[in-house]
């Protein structure tokens, strides 16, 4: 199965900020099939990007996707306080589907 | 609205047995592959299962070793999974989701039912 590597493990910045996470695969994910998803503490995941950039809807525009092959990434550009969350990737290319081990977003 | 409510979470022996439902309203569940995901305490996602919209393929985990069943009701617009021979590491929130484009991504997810293996 592939596995996803995320990192880094906590990103901390303050409002208004840009951050920018890491999904690597272990070995190059199909058709860039990769998703991101974000959890917010007591809540269950949220679809945000699918096709490695394209946006779920109702998304907005702050969030991007990018990459393809084995290294994918996920922006979030302009930092709110809401977007506290875990953050997982998820491949879907190649059965079974496989996740990332997530990383924790902290806003200062 | 699509929902998507899943229900028959509990406190159980190891060695026990549960069944899962998930109940879909708002959207066209026979049209839509449909999967089991679970979140341990603390920890992160974990596909488990995963059956096609006629219910005729599926898909599990190696890690379950047939331990559990997955299966709909289309008539019903209800998802199950039937969880056998239980551990106290199947401890988790197990969430149902919609899949798109197959064994896809996972657009819409239920709020989760907790289950807890324990004696």
């Known amino acids: 199965e592939i596995v996803l590597t995320q990192s880094p493990g906590t990103l901390s910045l303050s409002p208004g900020e840009r951050a920018t996470l890491s999904c690597r695969a272990s070995q190059s994910v199909t058709s860039s099939s990769l998703a991101w998803y974000q959890q917010k503490p007591g809540q269950a995941p949220r679809l945000l990007i699918y096709s490695a950039s394209s946006r779920a809807t109702g998304i907005p525009d702050r969030f991007s996707g990018s990459g393809s092959g084995t290294d994918f990434t996920l922006s979030i550009s302009r930092l709110e306080p809401e977007d506290l969350a875990l953050y997982y990737c998820?491949?879907?290319?190649?059965?079974?589907?496989?996740f990332g081990g997530g990383t924790k977003m902290e806003i200062k | 609205q699509m929902q998507l409510v899943e229900s028959g979470g509990g406190l159980v022996n190891p060695g026990g047995s549960l069944r899962l439902s998930c109940a879909a309203s708002?959207?066209?569940?026979?049209?839509?592959?449909m999967t089991w995901i679970r979140q341990a305490p603390g920890k992160g996602l974990e596909w488990l299962s995963c059956?096609?919209?006629?219910?005729?393929?599926?898909y599990y985990a190696d890690s379950l070793k047939g331990r559990f069943t997955i299966s709909r009701d289309n008539a019903k617009n209800s998802l199950f999974l039937q969880m056998n021979n239980l551990r106290v590491d199947d401890t988790a929130i197990y969430y149902c989701a919609r899949a798109v484009a197959g064994t896809g991504w996972f657009d819409a997810w239920g709020q989760g039912t907790l289950v807890t293996v324990s004696s």
């Open positions: 059956i096609s919209s006629s219910g005729v393929t599926v």
């Open positions: 998820q491949q879907y290319g190649t059965t079974p589907p496989t």
């Open positions: 708002g959207f066209i569940f026979s049209d839509y592959y």
